[in-house]
């Protein structure tokens, strides 16, 4: 038996299996990650979300942009300082949630094994 997974080995396994169960829903990890947060916290502007999430604006603005597009989300009109628009869920974006969910039930990040000690041998 080879030596164990790095950590970040073990990740980026992580990462391909989310994408992977999430193509059927033609959704990256991270636009999942956007739906799931919303869902757990309706109506939250893209600053809140991008600091919840560790990400930067222009991460944040094309995947605020894409579910938009995909009609997953909708931004409401702009507060009164005209700056914050919060996000909210759909309908089409909410029915998908507990999709997701099941989906993705089941992945641990310890469950990542190597395939084979050539693999994963990076130094």
């Known amino acids: 038996m080879g ?3 790095t950590i970040l ?12 169960r999430l193509s059927q829903f033609r959704l990256t990890p991270l636009q999942a990650a956007v739906l799931l947060y919303l869902h757990r916290h309706p109506d939250v502007g ?4 991008a600091e919840a999430l560790r990400l930067k ?20 009109a702009p507060t009164r300082d005209g700056r914050a628009r919060p996000v909210t869920l759909t309908n089409k974006g ?3 949630i507990p999709q997701i969910l099941k989906s993705i039930e089941g992945i641990r990040l310890e469950e990542a ?8 041998s990076w130094g």
Request: glycine share 0%.
């Open 3 to 5: 030596p164990q997974p």
């Open 9 to 20: 080995e073990q990740i980026l396994r992580l990462h391909a299996e989310l994408r992977e």
């Open 46 to 49: 893209t600053m809140r979300l």
């Open 57 to 76: 604006a222009p991460t944040t603005t094309p995947v605020i942009q894409d579910l938009f597009r995909k009609r997953l989300i909708t931004r409401s």
């Open 94 to 96: 909410a029915v998908l």
């Open 113 to 120: 094994e190597p395939a084979d000690e050539q693999e994963t």
